[in-house]
Protein backbone atom coordinates (compact mmCIF):
# COMPACT_ATOMS: atom_id res chain seq x y z
CA UNK A 1 0.00 0.00 0.00
CA UNK A 2 0.93 3.81 -0.47
CA UNK A 3 -0.58 6.60 1.41
CA UNK A 4 -0.62 9.91 0.21
CA UNK A 5 -1.28 12.67 2.34
CA UNK A 6 -1.86 16.51 1.11
CA UNK A 7 -0.99 19.90 2.50
CA UNK A 8 -0.76 23.31 1.59
CA UNK A 9 -4.26 24.21 0.74
CA UNK A 10 -5.94 27.46 1.52
CA UNK A 11 -7.62 30.92 1.09
CA UNK A 12 -6.23 33.56 -1.64
CA UNK A 13 -7.25 36.31 -3.15
CA UNK A 14 -6.98 36.02 -7.44
CA UNK A 15 -3.95 36.55 -8.88
CA UNK A 16 -2.02 35.01 -5.53
CA UNK A 17 -0.12 31.74 -5.34
CA UNK A 18 -0.43 28.95 -3.57
CA UNK A 19 2.34 25.85 -3.09
CA UNK A 20 0.80 22.42 -2.39
CA UNK A 21 2.66 19.42 -1.17
CA UNK A 22 1.77 15.64 -1.07
CA UNK A 23 4.33 13.25 0.74
CA UNK A 24 4.40 9.85 -0.03
CA UNK A 25 5.05 6.69 2.43
CA UNK A 26 4.59 2.75 2.04
CA UNK A 27 5.64 0.88 -0.68
CA UNK A 28 6.45 4.02 -3.17
CA UNK A 29 8.71 1.83 -4.88
CA UNK A 30 5.54 0.13 -6.73
CA UNK A 31 4.61 3.97 -8.20
CA UNK A 32 5.82 5.46 -11.20
CA UNK A 33 3.00 7.90 -12.92
CA UNK A 34 2.21 10.94 -10.56
CA UNK A 35 -0.65 12.97 -10.85
CA UNK A 36 -2.48 16.26 -9.14
CA UNK A 37 -6.48 16.41 -10.23
CA UNK A 38 -8.57 18.33 -8.51
CA UNK A 39 -12.64 18.08 -7.99
CA UNK A 40 -15.08 21.63 -7.86
CA UNK A 41 -18.99 21.39 -6.20
CA UNK A 42 -21.09 19.40 -8.85
CA UNK A 43 -18.52 18.74 -11.23
CA UNK A 44 -16.26 15.46 -12.02
CA UNK A 45 -12.72 15.24 -11.03
CA UNK A 46 -10.53 16.73 -13.48
CA UNK A 47 -6.97 16.66 -14.57
CA UNK A 48 -4.68 18.98 -13.39
CA UNK A 49 -1.01 18.06 -13.73
CA UNK A 50 1.04 14.84 -13.80
CA UNK A 51 4.99 13.91 -13.91
CA UNK A 52 7.25 10.82 -12.61
CA UNK A 53 9.50 10.46 -9.85
CA UNK A 54 12.75 11.48 -11.89
CA UNK A 55 10.60 14.43 -12.67
CA UNK A 56 10.07 13.81 -16.57
CA UNK A 57 7.14 13.23 -18.90
CA UNK A 58 5.43 16.16 -17.49
CA UNK A 59 2.03 17.11 -18.92
CA UNK A 60 -0.54 19.91 -17.77
CA UNK A 61 -4.14 20.77 -18.42
CA UNK A 62 -4.26 23.27 -20.95
CA UNK A 63 -6.20 25.59 -18.28
CA UNK A 64 -3.66 25.69 -15.67
CA UNK A 65 -0.45 25.62 -18.66
CA UNK A 66 1.81 28.64 -17.58
CA UNK A 67 0.22 29.19 -14.09
CA UNK A 68 1.45 25.82 -12.73
CA UNK A 69 4.23 23.83 -12.33
CA UNK A 70 4.49 20.24 -11.19
CA UNK A 71 7.99 18.63 -9.69
CA UNK A 72 8.79 15.83 -7.76
CA UNK A 73 11.64 14.74 -4.81
CA UNK A 74 12.14 11.69 -5.38
CA UNK A 75 14.59 11.50 -2.24
CA UNK A 76 11.90 12.82 -0.13
CA UNK A 77 9.53 11.30 -1.63
CA UNK A 78 7.08 14.14 -2.08
CA UNK A 79 5.15 15.66 -4.93
CA UNK A 80 4.80 19.72 -5.25
CA UNK A 81 2.07 21.79 -7.34
CA UNK A 82 3.15 25.50 -7.68
CA UNK A 83 -0.12 27.49 -8.34
CA UNK A 84 0.59 31.04 -9.71
CA UNK A 85 -1.65 33.93 -10.86
CA UNK A 86 -5.07 31.84 -9.18
CA UNK A 87 -8.49 32.41 -10.27
CA UNK A 88 -11.65 31.96 -8.60
CA UNK A 89 -12.23 28.95 -10.85
CA UNK A 90 -9.00 27.33 -9.86
CA UNK A 91 -11.61 26.91 -6.46
CA UNK A 92 -11.38 22.94 -5.78
CA UNK A 93 -10.71 20.15 -3.73
CA UNK A 94 -6.99 19.26 -4.77
CA UNK A 95 -6.13 15.62 -4.93
CA UNK A 96 -2.73 13.71 -5.33
CA UNK A 97 -2.79 10.54 -6.68
CA UNK A 98 0.10 7.77 -7.51
CA UNK A 99 0.05 4.90 -10.43
CA UNK A 100 1.81 1.64 -10.20
CA UNK A 101 2.30 2.13 -13.96
CA UNK A 102 3.39 5.24 -15.99
CA UNK A 103 1.67 8.78 -15.78
CA UNK A 104 -1.75 9.73 -17.15
CA UNK A 105 -4.43 12.04 -17.33
CA UNK A 106 -6.68 10.05 -16.88
CA UNK A 107 -8.09 9.64 -13.04
CA UNK A 108 -8.90 5.76 -13.56
CA UNK A 109 -4.92 5.14 -14.22
CA UNK A 110 -3.95 5.72 -10.75
CA UNK A 111 -3.86 3.31 -8.39
CA UNK A 112 -3.28 5.43 -4.58
CA UNK A 113 -5.10 8.88 -3.88
CA UNK A 114 -4.71 11.13 -0.88
CA UNK A 115 -7.82 13.13 0.88
CA UNK A 116 -7.35 16.29 -0.82
CA UNK A 117 -6.37 19.71 0.13
CA UNK A 118 -9.05 22.76 -0.10
CA UNK A 119 -8.04 25.66 -2.87
CA UNK A 120 -10.25 28.50 -2.33
CA UNK A 121 -9.51 31.75 -4.16
CA UNK A 122 -11.73 34.61 -3.83
CA UNK A 123 -12.40 37.09 -6.65
Known amino acids: QVQLVESGGGLVQAGGSLRLSCAAS????????LGWFRQAPGKEREFVATTEWDGTYIVYADSVKGRFTISADNAKKTVYLQMNILKPDDTAVYFC????????????????WGQGTQVTVSS
Open 97 to 112: AASTSWQSSSPGAYNY
Open 26 to 33: GRTFETYG
